[in-house]
């Protein structure tokens, strides 16, 4: 599986941005899809999950209410709905598909991941 990742850019506080990650491969419809994000010198953490039907979302806390996850299973692509930017969502940002098909914040459960697409917000 091979994971295209895009749609970031440089966008000011409160603004929106909506990043896609098109899905080479059969078994998109049956993987979990995540993303990722990670801010220069912090680790990389956990920003939002759906299962592999779509009927199940996950969010980091941070984002709760700002973000949205959705999947296109018949374009083989997930998409990330990011509003409501603030300085700190500045990240590269990173689609990764499942092991399973459960929704889940445990990146050792993703195994393949997109080359990230970098996002920026300025204050």
């Known amino acids: 599986v091979q994971l295209q990742a895009s749609g970031g850019g440089l966008v000011q506080a409160g603004g929106s941005l909506r990043l896609s990650c098109a899905a080479s491969?059969?078994?998109?419809?049956?993987?979990?899809m995540g993303w990722f994000r990670q801010a220069p010198g912090k680790e990389r953490e956990f920003v939002a999950a759906?299962?592999?039907?779509?009927?199940?979302?996950y969010y980091a806390d941070s984002v709760k209410g700002r973000f949205a996850i959705s999947r296109d299973n018949a374009k083989n692509t997930v998409y990330l709905q990011m509003n409501s930017l603030t300085p700190e969502d500045t990240a590269v940002y990173y689609c990764?598909?499942?092991?399973?098909?459960?929704?889940?914040?445990?990146?050792?459960?993703?195994?393949?991941w997109g080359q990230g697409t970098q996002v920026t917000v300025s204050s």
């Open positions: 990764a598909a499942g092991r399973g098909i459960l929704a889940t914040s445990r990146d050792y459960e993703y195994n393949y």
């Open positions: 759906i299962s592999s039907s779509g009927d199940t979302t």
């Open positions: 491969g059969r078994i998109f419809s049956r993987s979990a």
